[in-house]
């Protein structure tokens, strides 16, 4: 999960649908809503180009939607509610055969809560990963921040076959490369920079995994 920190202004056609009443059908108002392309670019260059919960790249094949962390049945009143609406990965696009449900994120949260948001700004300090590619709480945690931490990445499906696939492919192919560069300062210095760093403004994929397990060859 990424921190997503919205501007302090939101885009204008989303910011003149919320000073509107409150939608009585939030679901056929969103529908109809015409800023959701406007409301998509502004997300998209906030988060780096990144799914605010699994950290994958959304200018793939992948593909992305408006995602409402509230959900607007539970919630209408923030259907329009720029801090409540992220972008997140579709489902779409994330078949996989091997995966019996390989689903994740705001389509399969659907209407659950979460208890911890992209939106708090300290949401990263929950969560760590091990070599295997599983997203887990971090053992300084406390017993509730624990429970709020896992109940979290459960209800986001984070922990599917195909992102810990794709996360321990990630390390591994990172730690071959590092490897490789340990007798060259200079080398590995410039992969980590694009490892850990935004390039034109958007990073790769799973940023906390490399950070967590890369920065630390940083030289």
């Known amino acids: 999960m990424i921190f ?25 108002s969103w529908q109809s809503f015409d800023g959701k392309q406007e409301l998509k670019d502004n997300l998209l260059f906030i988060q780096n180009g990144l799914c605010a919960y699994c950290e994958i790249r959304l200018d793939t094949n992948i593909g992305s939607h408006l995602e409402h962390i509230e959900s607007k049945t539970q919630n209408p009143s923030k259907t329009f509610e720029y801090e409540n609406i992220v972008c997140s990965c579709i489902k779409d696009s994330l078949e996989d055969s091997e995966d019996t449900n390989p689903i994740s994120c705001g389509h399969f949260k659907k209407n659950r809560q979460i ?21 887990i709480p971090k053992n300084n945690l406390t017993t509730t921040e624990t429970i709020k931490a896992q109940n979290t990445i459960d209800v ?8 810990k696939r794709q996360r321990e492919a990630v390390l591994e192919e990172g730690f071959e490369i590092i490897n490789e560069l340990l007798d060259n300062s200079e080398a590995l210095n410039y992969f980590l920079d694009l490892e850990l760093n935004s390039v034109n403004n958007n990073y790769f994929s799973f940023i906390n995994l490399r950070r967590e397990h890369f920065k630390q060859f940083k030289i």
């Open 4 to 28: 997503v920190r919205h501007h302090t202004t939101a885009p204008r056609k989303l910011a003149s649908r919320f000073s509107q009443p409150i939608p009585t059908n939030p679901r056929q």
């Open 115 to 135: 208890d911890i948001k992209p939106t708090n700004n300290d949401c990263e300090r929950y969560f760590s990963f091990d070599l295997f590619g599983k997203v």
């Open 156 to 163: 986001l499906n984070l922990n599917c076959k195909r992102l």
